[in-house]
């Protein structure tokens, strides 16, 4: 059953620690994404990668770093320097141009 | 900047009826168009898509419409059931980056 993995739902850290979100396709897309969720704030974008070895910043890049080595895997670091890490963090792939996002189910990170 | 705004939280329809959802955008580089639904702690689904060549787009009982000249998108659905109560997203992306920009949603609410 092809989709996007997101693991895990839920994550607690504390402050200053980083810690890494997992995404993983099995939809054999080119693109993948990081957004954020915030309260009436819609998704902001992370990052983007169009291909393996290759990624872009997008919105609210800070403190956040990503690493695309394989097609299927697309994974998230949030660094200590993230002023506000707590969120809802949602990722994504795509065939590419002018094709719908898939999105996983999300992880909500807290951080105290 | 946000490049995509939704400026209605909430809309609230009896079932049965019209529901209206409505989007600007400020970047007229924008030529793909998307609606989303998203439930709580779910990630986005895929509703409809438009380009920018055209200025209507139908499924079942979803239509989209583009405004190019007024940067102006709006969702009609009809009729309105209680299942699609949900916040609704819309996005756009440019050309072959496909790194697509969300609005801050807007929550629809059909009461039977």
């Known amino acids: 059953d092809g989709g996007i993995t997101q693991s895990p739902k839920y994550l607690f850290r504390k402050e200053g620690q980083n810690v890494t979100l997992s995404c993983e396709q099995n939809l054999n897309h080119d693109a993948m994404y990081w957004y954020r969720q915030d309260p009436g704030q819609g998704l902001r974008l992370i990052y983007y990668s169009q291909i393996v070895n290759d990624f872009q910043k997008g919105d609210i890049a800070e403190g956040y770093s990503v690493s695309r080595e394989k097609k299927e895997s697309f994974p998230l670091t949030v660094t200590s320097a993230q002023k506000n890490p707590t969120a809802f963090y949602l990722c994504?792939?795509?065939?590419?141009?002018?094709?719908?996002?898939?999105f996983g189910n999300g992880t909500r990170l807290t951080v105290t | 900047d946000q490049q995509v705004k939704q400026n209605s939280p909430s809309l609230s329809v009896q079932e049965g009826r019209i529901s209206i959802l409505n989007c600007d955008y400020t970047?007229?580089?924008?030529?793909?168009f998307l609606w989303y639904k998203k439930y709580p702690a779910e990630g986005p689904t895929f509703l409809i898509s438009i380009s920018s060549i055209k200025d209507k787009n139908e499924d079942g009982r979803f239509t989209v419409f583009l405004n190019k000249s007024a940067k102006h998108l709006s969702l009609h659905i009809v009729p309105s059931q209680p299942g699609d109560s949900a916040v609704y997203f819309c996005a756009a992306s440019i050309g072959e980056n496909n790194d697509m920009r969300f609005g801050a949603g807007t929550r629809l609410t059909v009461k039977p």
């Open positions: 994504a792939s795509s065939r590419g141009t002018d094709s719908p996002l898939h």
């Open positions: 970047n007229s580089m924008f030529d793909y």
